[in-house]
């Protein structure tokens, strides 16, 4: 009779805690993001927005909505990785693998919930990391994200809260099939291949993939919705309306800030799947295999 191996899996809010700890790094890159994705016309490059709101605001203006960035990652990416992982394990309970195909599914249906309960923070978040781009009389000026949300409710009303929950639910989907059941089904692929152990390069090879899926997966989305989310009151119509709008600049206007979304995705994803795997490894509950 063979000897059972010891397997660690994750807790249901180790990826809330993981991808929370990957933002506190890659802040700035998603701000950077924002900005490129909300100017209509003009071609900045990276390096010169960096210059001019470090030149402008100070160095600390790039993490500008980090309380926001947190109090995202704590409900979405809490929601979406926690019902993935719990749905898995009661699947498999062993840590068995399955299908890919069930994989995308798990994921589509963590996305989905998980796009719609982070929708206000996200809301708050781009707001606040948009609004010194703003002359100083257009800023709204939220002293961290509880003060945004509060602000939001009581200025706009509690449906404002979710304003581009549409296009942010269907990007989430897409998000979490790109990161988490990409990332399953290579890390599987690599550890199959027999060149590669469970170990940081495997990790990293893995995470690297997904976030690549992620990014081409979602860019267009990501566009739509920090511009519906970005918006005044009443500046689009309907999605229809910020669609045509963002057509205006042609089809890589769908692909706005793809570069930085993809700088700033990449490492966003790979911190992440280390921070977790880290976790797991140390803080993992035990099954035998």
């Not at 949300?149 to 269907?170: D, F, I, K, N, Q």
Request: a positive charge; proline letters at 3%.
């Amino acid at each position: 009779m063979s000897e059972k191996k010891q397997q660690r899996l994750a807790r249901w809010y180790f990826g809330g805690l993981a991808s929370a700890g990957a933002s506190c790094v890659t802040h700035p890159l998603d701000l950077l993001k924002v900005h490129l994705q909300t100017q209509q016309g003009g071609k900045t490059s990276l390096l010169r927005l960096t210059g001019k709101i470090i030149q402008e605001q100070g160095f600390f203006a790039l993490y500008n909505g980090l309380s926001a960035s947190l109090c995202r990652q704590l409900t979405y990416s809490t929601a979406r990785f926690g019902i993935y992982e719990v749905s898995k394990q009661m699947i498999a309970p062993k840590g068995e693998e399955i299908s890919f195909l069930a994989k995308v599914g798990l994921a589509s249906l963590s996305g989905a919930f998980g796009g719609f309960v982070g929708v206000p923070a996200d809301l708050v978040n781009v707001r606040m990391q948009n609004d010194i781009k703003l002359p100083p009389e257009n800023r709204r000026n939220y002293k961290h994200a509880i003060d945004g949300l509060w602000r939001v409710l009581r200025e706009e009303g509690v449906r404002r809260l979710w304003g581009g929950a549409t296009v942010a639910t269907a990007r989430a989907v897409l998000m979490t099939v790109g990161q988490l059941s990409f990332y399953d089904q290579v890390k599987l692929f690599l550890l199959d291949s027999g060149y590669f152990g469970d170990n940081v390069v495997t990790h990293f090879t893995s995470s690297l993939t997904a976030g690549a899926v992620a990014t081409t997966l979602c860019q267009p989305l990501d566009v739509l919705k920090t511009r519906a989310m970005n918006a005044k009151p009443g500046e689009f119509q309907n999605l229809w309306h910020v669609v045509t709008y963002t057509a205006k600049l042609g089809p890589l206007g769908f692909f706005k800030g793809y570069v930085p979304a993809f700088v700033r995705l990449g490492p966003q994803t790979i911190l992440t799947f280390m921070f977790l795997e880290q976790l797991k490894l140390n803080f993992g509950f035990v099954v035998l295999v």
